[in-house]
């Protein structure tokens, strides 16, 4: 059974940090480029953070370029992204989603709250 399960949302005031963390389990993690989104109600989905399967390419959305990093453990199964210096407009609900060729997992999300 294909799993994603995000970890590591809260809430926390405007500048602080928080770590997200998405553990998979029931495909081959390291074959697969894993991202991350977020969404508020309402609103589209938003491309955050993408790493590729060996970890060698990264990219970022440029509203959390040089705050947000994105990076992976493939011997724990696991995708990781370092928010600091968050602002109000990072609330949000955070999924990872795991991409190779046409399959496409997603997890359930974590919500993150950045208070003023």
């Known amino acids: 059974q294909v799993q994603l399960v995000e970890s590591g949302g809260g809430l926390v005031q405007a500048g602080g940090s928080l770590r997200l963390s998405c553990t998979a389990s029931?495909?081959?993690?390291?074959?697969?480029?894993m991202r991350w989104y977020r969404q508020a109600p309402g609103k589209e989905r938003e491309l955050v953070a993408v790493i590729t399967s060996d970890g060698r390419a990264l990219n970022y959305a440029d509203s959390v370029k040089g705050r947000f990093t994105i990076s992976r453990d493939n011997a724990k199964n696991t995708v990781y992204l370092q928010m600091n210096s968050l602002k109000p407009e990072d609330t949000d609900v955070y999924f990872c989603?795991?991409?190779?060729?046409?399959?496409?997992?997603w997890g359930q999300g974590t919500q993150v709250t950045v208070s003023n």
């Open positions: 989603n795991a991409q190779f060729i046409r399959r496409d997992y």
């Open positions: 029931g495909f081959t993690f390291r074959n697969y480029d």
